[in-house]
């Protein structure tokens, strides 16, 4: 299916805005047509593309290159869509399984899931995910009272000298006490 006067040139502003923002556009990657699978293959094209760049193997390490196929074999099964939820919210990229993208009912209990964790206007993110990073953000402040708690209890129960412990669970840096 080659694409028609309209959709070459929506192509081509799309193209424009994405460099604008900043985004670099692989000019050796192009869609012949606009079907699902020419996208998919499309994106298989330029994904192999890029990993063989980046992974120069010497030909007479097998082992490592019978491992470089079966990564990028893996990475070509991941599904990549994107979807908007609300008029909120940002568009969201989900990577999935093969098992999910090629099941409708599968992918929609995916999609009904976000939309219903993107509920809330002021949070811009699927509300489990901004959870997590709230509690990941903050886990620094606590890091010194579960260092302080597993030491102690590690003192409590070795029976050699205890100062390799305190050793091993020093920090690096002396703590601020904040």
Not at 47 to 56: A, D, F, G, I, P
Not at 128 to 143: E, N, Q, T
Not at 155 to 177: A, K, N, P, V
């Amino acid at each position: 299916m080659r694409l028609n006067q309209s959709q070459i040139k929506l192509r081509e502003r799309i193209i424009q805005v994405l460099k604008e923002q900043g985004f670099k556009i692989n000019p050796h990657v192009r869609p012949k047509g606009c079907s699902k699978n020419t996208y998919r293959s499309t994106q298989q094209k330029a994904r192999y593309e890029q990993l063989s760049l980046h992974l120069k193997i010497p030909s007479e390490v097998k082992e490592l290159e019978r491992i470089k196929d079966e990564v990028i074999s893996a990475i070509d099964r991941i599904h990549v869509i994107y979807y908007r939820p609300h008029n909120w919210t940002p568009v969201f990229r989900i990577e999935m399984a093969s098992s999910i993208a090629t099941n409708n009912s599968r992918l929609a209990v995916l999609l009904h899931g976000l939309k219903y964790q993107s509920g809330t206007p002021g949070i811009m993110e699927p509300y489990p995910l901004y959870i997590a990073d709230r509690m990941v953000k903050h886990l620094g402040s606590a890091i010194p009272a579960f260092r302080q708690t597993a030491t102690k209890r590690m003192t409590e129960l070795h029976q050699g000298d205890i100062g390799e412990i305190f050793f091993s669970m020093h920090g690096y840096r002396t703590e601020s006490g904040r």
